[in-house]
């Protein structure tokens, strides 16, 4: 089975400057979420989806984040502008609905750094 | 607010000895615990979880424990091994109609000597 795929890995880019990260969720799983994890800190919720509504962005920051799921499989989180604190890597996971825990899959994570 | 917070931020064990994590949460309304294992330049993977009326779960090697009383929760590791270095996370989930919201610690680095 597929884990869950993001893109790119890696980015720099300088402040005030736009990015956007990809994820394709394990087929199936109707959640998928977006964490922003800071060095040294634990992943913060930004965003979570059921199949393609919002169910809870209230941490993303809306004056920059954006982040849609159109047809309720892979999602697309956009940055801009960016600031030099959004520096971090942001993972995307996914998990099923009726799941029994809540076990979260997630993928290896994208990479930012703002210059 | 919600909080999962960490006692410790490193651990250094001794290979083949037992390690304890430990960790608080103040949600007492969630419905489960769960412990996440999360490797170098990947993302954080399951380990273990336990329900919020269960004290005790055992895994392959793992055993997590969950004290209501005082809000604590633990992750012990036996006979630790140097693929076991990695930063551990707990987390708890509460559920929400159709899936789970999860909430993260700030984690604990563990360090395996050889």
């Known amino acids: 089975e597929a884990g869950v795929a993001q893109s790119p890995r890696y980015k720099i880019i300088e402040k005030r400057q736009s990015v956007a990260f990809w994820c394709n969720p394990i087929s199936g799983h109707a959640t998928l979420y977006w964490y922003q994890q800071i060095l040294g800190q634990g992943p913060k919720l930004l965003i979570q989806?059921?199949?393609?509504?919002?169910?809870?962005d209230s941490q993303l920051p809306k004056d920059r984040f954006s982040a849609e799921r159109l047809k309720g499989v892979d999602s697309t989180l956009k940055i801009q502008p960016a600031k030099l604190e959004d520096s971090a890597v942001y993972l995307c996971?996914?998990?099923?609905?009726?799941?029994?825990?809540?076990?979260?899959?997630f993928g290896e994570g994208s990479r930012l750094t703002v210059l | 607010g919600e909080n999962v917070g960490l006692h410790l931020p490193t651990l250094s064990v001794q290979e083949g000895d037992n390690s304890i994590i430990n960790c608080a949460y103040s949600n007492s309304a969630s419905d489960y615990f769960i412990w996440y294992k999360q490797e170098s330049g990947k993302g954080p993977q399951f380990i273990i979880d336990?329900?919020?009326?269960?004290d005790k779960r055992q895994g392959q090697r793992v055993t997590v424990l969950l004290n209501k009383t005082v809000k604590h929760l633990s992750l012990q590791i036996a006979a630790t091994q140097p693929g076991d270095s990695a930063v551990y996370f707990c987390?708890?989930?509460?559920?929400?109609?159709?899936?789970?919201?999860?909430?993260f610690g700030a984690g604990t680095r563990l360090f395996v000597k050889a």
């Open positions: 989806f059921q199949n393609n509504g919002v169910v809870d």
């Open positions: 987390a708890e989930a509460s559920r929400y109609t159709g899936g789970f919201k999860t909430i």
């Open positions: 996971a996914s998990n099923l609905a009726g799941g029994l825990s809540g076990e979260l899959f």
């Open positions: 336990i329900r919020s009326n269960m």
